[in-house]
């Protein structure tokens, strides 16, 4: 039997699922894994590459053609798309108008969920995305469901997007992670829903310290008992 700590986190866009994930691995030493970047670069080379999203052929020969991969350096974590680092460009505003869309597809999600599952075969990992703690990982020890304001949330992007990108408006970005949310609660393959055996964390008026803490709380019983 498996005896390696899953830390899966689920929730709305820009609630500070990363921030979370990011912390937690740093401070138990658990991988961490976005796996939100990995639905971002598929979108980013479906833009690129003009993939009909309706065409079942192209989609195959694309998921075919996508490798992915991880760089940890300096606590940070980097998104390899085919050799080249695309961190910075999966961020911006055109991948996240496609992400959703491509990331409802079935046989994109078919093929990450393998690729995550994998992962978190043998090592202590913490994952975060939309699916982790219902589908990648419906047994991990530790499942949380985070929410917060959507008016705090954009806000706080906005707050990151704003100094690179001066056209930005708040209401743009508001706008934007409403239809977002919207797409990923009401599709039909592997909705954003809460697991039954989630933990709520609406982070709102916490700060990522307080929300650091709140989950390690949670999690460090499980590292005691591996010791
Ligand atoms: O950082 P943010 O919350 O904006 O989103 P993200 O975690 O980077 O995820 C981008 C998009 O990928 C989400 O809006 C979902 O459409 C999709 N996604 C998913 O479907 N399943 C996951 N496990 C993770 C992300
Ligand atoms: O991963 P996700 O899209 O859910 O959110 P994130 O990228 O971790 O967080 C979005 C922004 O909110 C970042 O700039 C965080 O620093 C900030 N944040 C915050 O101000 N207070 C928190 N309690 C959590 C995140």
Known sequence: MNTNIVVAIDGY????KSTLAKALSKKLHFI???SGAMYRAVALYFLR?????TDHEQIAQALQNIHLNFHSRDYQTHIILNGEEVSEEIRLMPVSEKVAAVASLH????????????????SNIV????DIGTAVFPHAQVKIFMTADPKIRAERRFKELAPKNPDLTLEEIFESLA???YQDTTRAESPLIRADDAIILDN???????QLQFVLDKVLPFVEQTK
């Open 13 to 16: 866009s820009s609630c500070g």
């Open 32 to 34: 961490y894994v976005d």
């Open 49 to 53: 590459n003009n993939v009909d999203m």
């Open 107 to 122: 046989q994109v999600r078919v093929e990450m969920v393998k690729q995550q599952q994998r992962m978190g075969k043998s």
């Open 127 to 130: 994952m975060d995305g939309r």
């Open 179 to 181: 239809h977002r949310d």
């Open 204 to 210: 709102t008026e916490l700060t990522p310290d307080e």
